[in-house]
Nanobody, 121 residues
Framework: QVQLVESGGGLVQPGGSLTLSCAAS????????MGWYRQVPGKERELVAA???????NYADSVKGRFTISRDNTKKTVYVKMNSLKPEDTAVYYC???????????????WGQGTLVTVSS
């Protein structure tokens, strides 16, 4: 069984910074892409940032220049450093992993349980 466990969410003031972490567990051999999505009530879940096993990154236009995604393949962990946070960044942030090879199975997509980020004064 593959699981993703997020941490690092919380309350932060506008202009502040926060780092989210997501660790994958299970008998994992490899993970292709890992990323972060976010969702607010009444809206669809949207991509925030993603990173491949080779280090290629992709960001939503709304976070470019403010967020930085990184991963540690040996720890099977992905991070997102969020700077210059705005109230509109408030959302539940979900970790995502694609093409996870674990044991004899390949999981096409795995989701974490989500962590709430609130940007407010």
């Amino acid at each position: 069984q593959v699981q993703l466990v997020e941490s690092g969410g919380g309350l932060v003031q506008p202009g502040g910074s926060l780092t989210l972490s997501c660790a994958a567990s299970g008998s994992i051999f490899s993970i292709n892409a890992m990323g972060w999505y976010r969702q607010v009530p009444g809206k669809e879940r949207e991509l925030v940032a993603a990173i491949t096993s080779g280090g290629s990154t992709n960001y939503a236009d709304s976070v470019k220049g403010r967020f930085t995604i990184s991963r540690d393949n040996t720890k099977k962990t992905v991070y997102v450093k969020m700077n210059s946070l705005k109230p509109e960044d408030t959302a539940v942030y979900y970790c995502n992993a694609r093409d996870v090879v674990a044991g004899r199975r390949t999981y096409l997509e795995v989701w974490g349980q989500g962590t709430l980020v609130t940007v407010s004064s």
